[in-house]
């Protein structure tokens, strides 16, 4: 080879995916993690995590652009750019946490604490981690000149935990859509669990439950207390409520939840793999789902849309009949339900034409479970591989509900992400929790988990 040769290779870009030194690269993730710890972004300060942002994306050459809706609750784009010759892949990650209270913490909430080989903080575990994975991906990308086929999206975004304001991504969906279109996106709502200290499972997040919560409202003959009435506007609710509250709705399994089923009786002990296969045999699967309406009430709300009384409202006085009285159930339907024709099948188990059914507001637009047999899940897999040895891959439905279901509802396949941990620290420390923590040794593999999937579905 020429030396002209030599040198015009030496200064074309890195093609494929470059060898990341992750034991070199670990100061500087742990700097962003918590640093972003650090900036207080309960609802109304996202910006302050946007500036930060910013400084450092374009400290090292990428452009950046902010979409506010309110100023104090920026949205923040950067794109590195493909070829185009496929759909872009969006990374996304929001950056408001929810509140705290302060005396309940062992430390500091916003200290980003390092104790006991655990990080602490409010945004520990929601949503920091993959926050600060998408940031150190795209710096990478950027500084080792990744030829990519897809445009890589980065996008932090506001108002995640309640956007009763619309600043996040609603604005972003329906203001600014062309900045985030994507094939593929890639955000929280998924993650590993560690057992014996070994990463045993991987979910990947492919579906979520829709909020489709009603009001019943009973009517009747108001009066004195002291003159008893078939009528009762809360007998009749009392009476609706206990029916919707232990009506067996019907259970229907989709890809994502017969999948994860499947997996966990192959995984499970001898008796947990006989209850999870019962339950994919329609001859055995109504006493299964009784055992886990019992002991695993999660696992009984993936089988089905399920109803919730969550709220009671009714009475002025003791000696008062009230004319109205008013229950709120907090109603998930699976992605596909037809959910005009389950209020129709509820009415019928209420029978009781002194009671209405009153739909809420839609707070999701319904959202079709993405797809397992897309390039992108395949590279979730085969990434969660490489990264944990001997890991389980299994797909998950959300009984929540989350902001992939406006990204799904654009088209995208979007799946949710996120590290490892023990279940102990899941239910303690995690999201939500009154006091947030992630083992600081779960970020790293993270990290390269995020990098090695972007890379590996958008580098030429
Ligand atoms: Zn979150």
Redesign the pocket.
């Known amino acids: 080879m020429t030396r002209a040769w030599l040198l015009l290779c030496l200064s074309l870009p890195l093609v494929g995916q470059p060898k990341i030194d992750w034991d070199s690269q670990k100061a500087e993730i742990l700097r962003h993690y918590r640093n972003l710890i650090q900036i207080d972004t309960r609802a109304g300060n996202e910006t302050k995590a946007v500036e930060y942002i910013r400084r450092v994306l374009e400290t090292d050459g990428v452009p950046t652009r902010t979409f506010a809706k309110d100023p104090a609750r920026a949205n923040l784009v950067a794109r590195i750019t493909g070829n185009g010759s496929k759909r872009p892949l969006l990374i996304l990650a929001?950056t408001d946490v929810v509140g705290v209270e302060t005396g309940k913490w062992p430390v500091d909430p916003f200290g980003a604490v390092l104790k006991d080989g655990y990080v602490w903080g409010r945004g520990s575990v929601?949503?920091k981690p993959v926050l600060a994975a998408n940031l150190v991906t795209v710096l990478l990308l950027k500084r080792n000149r990744v030829a990519l086929d897809r445009d890589v999206i980065f996008l932090a975004e506001s108002g995640?935990e309640a956007d009763t304001m619309g600043v996040g991504i609603n604005f972003m969906v329906s203001e600014h859509y062309r900045e985030i279109d994507a094939e593929y996106s890639l955000t929280?709502g998924g993650g590993a669990e560690i057992e014996d200290g070994k990463v045993v499972t991987m979910g990947i997040g492919t579906a979520e439950k829709i909020p489709a919560r009603v009001r019943l409202v009973a009517t009747g003959t108001s009066g004195h207390g002291s003159v008893p009435r078939l009528d009762n506007a809360l007998i009749h609710l009392g009476a609706a409520v206990d029916k919707v509250g232990r009506w067996q709705t019907p259970m229907r399994l989709n890809d994502t939840t017969r999948t994860y089923f499947e997996k966990l009786a192959a995984i499970g002990t001898p008796e947990k793999a006989a209850r999870y296969n019962a339950l994919l045999n329609p001859q055995t699967a109504d006493e299964a789902q009784r055992y886990l309406r019992e002991h695993e009430p999660q696992a009984y709300s993936m089988l089905r849309t399920s109803v919730v009384p969550t709220m009671l409202k009714a009475g002025v006085g003791a000696n008062v009949i009230p004319s109205e009285a008013e229950a709120t159930l907090d109603i998930r339907a699976l992605p596909d339900e037809d959910i005009a024709k389950f209020y129709a099948e509820m009415a019928n188990v209420i029978d009781d034409p002194a009671v209405k059914i009153v739909p809420l507001a839609a707070t999701r637009p319904p959202s079709p479970a993405s797809r397992l047999d897309t390039e992108m899940y395949r590279v979730l897999e085969q990434v969660s591989r490489q990264i944990y040895a001997g890991v389980t891959v299994m797909p998950e439905m959300s009984t929540g509900a989350s902001d992939k279901a406006q990204l799904r509802a654009k088209g995208q396949q979007s799946y949710g992400i996120g590290p490892a941990s023990t279940r102990g620290d899941r239910i303690d420390f995690g999201?939500h929790s009154d006091v947030e923590r992630l083992a600081e040794a779960s970020l790293y593999p993270f990290v390269e988990f995020v990098w090695n999937a972007v890379t590996e579905i958008a580098a030429k």
Do not use: F, K, M, P
Request: overall charge negative; aromatic content about 0%; proline content about 0%.
């Open positions: 929001h929601d949503d995640e929280e999201a």
